[in-house]
Nanobody, 121 residues
Framework: QVQLVESGGGLVQPGGSLRLSCAASASETIFSINVMGWYRQAPGKERELVARITSGSSTNYADSAKGRFTISRDNAKNTVYLHMNSLKPEDTAVYYC?????????????WGQGTQVTVSS
């Protein structure tokens, strides 16, 4: 079983910054984590991709995140980060960590429990 534990959400004023973290842990050996990413879901809307990063550090971003958000990862710590700058009220959502994890039994997709980000004055 793999757990993704997120942290770093909260309330921030428009124009402010936040950094989200997500650490993967397991009761068995994690051979690799191919892709790690962040998704978000606002009330009444579908979950959408924000950014993702491969084990080789290739990245892609939603148009809404380009130029403002930066995704990075620490492979040694099985951790992914999302640095969010110039936050806008429309960035308010629950942010979910996502990872494709390779275990001895195969490759599986996991989700974190979500962390709330609220952008408001």
């Amino acid at each position: 079983q793999v757990q993704l534990v997120e942290s770093g959400g909260g309330l921030v004023q428009p124009g402010g910054s936040l950094r989200l973290s997500c650490a993967a842990s397991a009761s068995e050996t994690i051979f690799s984590i191919n892709v790690m990413g962040w998704y978000r879901q606002a009330p009444g809307k579908e979950r959408e991709l924000v950014a993702r990063i491969t084990s080789g550090s290739s990245t892609n971003y939603a148009d809404s995140a380009k130029g403002r958000f930066t995704i990075s990862r620490d492979n040694a710590k099985n951790t992914v980060y999302l640095h969010m700058n110039s936050l806008k009220p429309e960035d308010t959502a629950v942010y979910y960590c996502n990872a494709f994890v390779v275990l001895a039994t195969g490759a599986y997709q996991y989700w974190g429990q979500g962390t709330q980000v609220t952008v408001s004055s």
